[in-house]
Nanobody, 125 residues
Framework: QLVESGGGLVHTGESLRLSCTTSGRTFSSHAMAWFRQAQDQDREFVSGINWSGEFTYHADSVKGRFAIFRDNAKNTVWLQMNSLKPGETAVYFC????????????????????WGQGTQVTGSS
């Protein structure tokens, strides 16, 4: 079970950090990612990180502004969002899939088999 937290109201240009935790004992064997879904829009990939945390990748729209990192000892992955834009209002979801080795971008919704309930991020100008 994945549980997101940290969402809220944020003004344009401000920062926000989202967290995703799990009580599972195999967190370190999973690639993790953040997706977001705006109202009436498809869910889209934001940022991903491989099982060890050594490989990260981002959607072009957030490169240079967002960072993803994890602590396997704490079963937690974070999404640091900087310089937020009004159009980034969405529900942000944490996702996981088994990954025992390697590092490659995993970008599609259908490639992940575990999802959290999401946390709302609302941008305000």
């Amino acid at each position: 079970q994945l549980v997101e937290s940290g969402g809220g109201l944020v003004h344009t240009g401000e920062s926000l950090r989202l967290s995703c935790t799990t009580s599972g004992r195999t967190f370190s064997s999973h690639a993790m990612a953040w997706f977001r879904q705006a109202q009436d829009q498809d869910r889209e990939f934001v940022s991903g990180i491989n099982w060890s945390g050594e490989f990260t990748y981002h959607a072009d729209s957030v490169k240079g502004r967002f960072a993803i990192f994890r602590d396997n000892a704490k079963n937690t992955v974070w999404l640091q969002m900087n310089s937020l834009k009004p159009g980034e209002t969405a529900v942000y979801f944490c996702a996981a899939r088994v990954e025992l080795q390697g590092s490659r971008p995993i970008l599609r919704v259908e490639d992940y088999d575990s999802w959290g309930q999401g946390t709302q991020v609302t941008g305000s100008s």
